[in-house]
């Protein structure tokens, strides 16, 4: 079982920087895959940036790539997703997920039914 829970978010201008964390309890953090996504209201959960395993590989929405940046620490059980340049349409819920697993541990995810562990979500709002 794994336990998630993202802080971070807040009220921010458009062109500020946040850094969201997710901090995961239990002993299989450094085995699981990791993924941010958001979701805004009145549209679907959607893919923001994952991590392997190893940390070694990287992936993200391609409209993100460049601002969002997705980074772990095994030692701490935390997922980070530093954001840059922060605009309106970034305005959601943020979530992040773990997927546990001994598989690929360069592979990252970038489908919610990849992942079998949900925190609360943390929310973003930024102004223009």
């Known amino acids: 079982q794994v336990q998630l829970v993202e802080s971070g978010g807040g009220l921010v201008q458009a062109g500020d920087s946040l850094r969201l964390s997710c901090a995961a309890s239990g002993r299989t953090f450094s085995m699981s895959a990791m993924g941010w996504f958001r979701q805004a209201p009145g549209k679907e959960r959607e893919f923001v940036a994952a991590?392997?395993?190893?940390?070694?590989?990287?992936g993200y929405l391609d409209s993100l790539k460049g601002r969002f940046t997705i980074s772990r620490d095994n030692a701490k059980n935390t997922v980070y997703l530093q954001m840059n340049s922060l605009r309106p349409e970034d305005t959601a819920v943020y979530y992040c997920?773990?997927?546990?697993?001994?598989?690929?541990?360069?592979?990252?995810?970038?489908?919610?039914?990849?992942?079998?562990?949900w925190g609360q979500g943390t929310q973003v709002t930024v102004s223009s």
């Open positions: 991590i392997s395993r190893s940390g070694g590989n990287t």
């Open positions: 997920a773990a997927r546990p697993g001994i598989e690929d541990s360069g592979a990252w995810y970038s489908r919610p039914q990849s992942y079998n562990y």
